[in-house]
């Protein structure tokens, strides 16, 4: 079957140059889609520089958000071949070998919906994640507690991962393979998130078309975790995003109560206020 690669990018000239480097010979990819998120003037006319016959650019005039990006790259795939197996990837992105990518596409069948690699983020390894429900989601908000109600409920046990495959609720959204067959019967990504949780929202629609998600143990990809993000965009700011995106997420797929929201709302405003006055003492120590 073919195979498209979507790579979204936005002011990280660097890294996407690198992705591109690395797999614009792969065999196995028919067609790679960039889709820019409206970069700098300057950024914008040196990526024109990394197109050809199989590497497509999509300009977007704004910066609609992540899911918005990725399924304005999946419909062009499916404009030019009507069925195809995508592989979605952030631009800092390092993949190993065109066999990986081959392997990661063969899950792709049955009631397989979503296909992952282990994300390497530094030290740590991304292997997926529970869905948090609206209570766990609220205590995760709750700043120097969060790693350890992260890891006791939400993160997966190590023996989890002891088989060739582990079906988990999440993957990263960073790096995933899809069919374009279960991306339409799923209407796509939710674009009302502008980043962060849209792989738990996406991972809740493949649920509901009766389809599973895995993590292959044995593929790894290698993630230079946020730097695009880092660039663009300050601590504060990014927390704002995440926990807007947060509330939607439970108030529309995990049917959060008022109470629940009302929990959500008040924790995400605390931890930025605490957050706040941190970052403040740090930048005030560094002066």
Sequence with gaps: MTTGMVIVHYNDLESLTDLINNVKDY???????????????????????????????????????????INIGCKRLIELYKECNIIVSNSDIIINSEDDLKELTGYLKDDIGVVAPVVVEGNCLNRGWRNPSPLIDALMNIVYIHRRIRKKYVFYKEEHYKDKISYVDVVSGCFFLINSKTLENIDFLDENVFLYYEENILSKKIKDINKKEIVCNDISIIHN??????????NIKKLKIQKKSQYYFQKVYNKANIFERVLLKLTAFLSRVILSIVYFFKDLIKK
């Design 225 to 234: 975790h946020s730097i695009s993000i880092d660039k663009n965009i300050k």
């Design 27 to 69: 065999k196995i990819l028919d067609k790679i889609i960039i889709v820019d998120n409206n970069s700098k003037k300057e950024i914008k006319t040196k990526l024109k520089e990394l197109t050809n016959s199989k590497i497509e650019l999509i300009e977007n005039s704004d910066n609609k958000g992540f899911s918005y990006a």
